[in-house]
């Protein structure tokens, strides 16, 4: 598996963030409110994921004492780099979907209900961001380290 590039987390933002905004320049009035309750989900993974990263990391570098004597279960780091990488692109394309929506409303935010999705959109991106950030953690933490002593031999 190849490191996430940041390339593509960008086209993965700007892609969806322009259709959205195409989309809902004929639809957007037949849309309901935007719910606030991705905020707290993006950020209750984004937590979940970052204490797996360092738990990872702390084990794959025997931190601590207790950890050193149990090996690190390699298709466990496999799948939390996965898991990582995977987090990373969805969160991103969600922020993108969010950023149409508020480039969308961006214009009008005298309207209560333009002004409610602009924050709500907005609160969404940003916690999505978050949550791709904790995926790049993640994934960054699952890998190993490079071993000096290797060269020596």
């Not at 309750?37 to 702390?58: C, D, K, M, Q």
């Not at 950023?99 to 609160?123: E, I, M, Q």
Request: charged share 15%; proline share 7%; net charge positive.
């Amino acid at each position: 598996m190849r490191a996430t590039r940041p390339a593509v987390l960008l086209a993965l933002v700007a892609v969806p963030a322009l259709v959205v905004w195409a989309v809902l320049r004929g639809f957007y009035s037949q849309l309901p409110p935007l719910p606030w309750t991705a905020v707290p989900t993006f950020l209750l993974l984004a937590i979940g994921e970052v204490f797996a990263g360092f738990s990872t990391r702390n084990k794959i570098l025997h931190k601590s004492a207790a950890e050193a004597a149990r090996p690190v279960d390699p298709l466990s780091v496999a799948r939390l780099a996965v898991l990582g990488k995977a987090s990373a692109h969805a969160a991103a394309a969600l922020a993108g979907v969010f950023l149409g929506f508020v480039l969308f409303v961006a214009g009008d935010l005298d309207k209560p209900t333009l002004r409610h999705d602009f924050f709500v959109s907005g609160a969404t991106a940003l916690s999505a961001f978050v949550l791709a950030g904790a995926g790049l953690f993640l994934e960054w933490c699952c890998r190993i380290p490079k071993d000096d002593n290797s060269d020596k031999d």
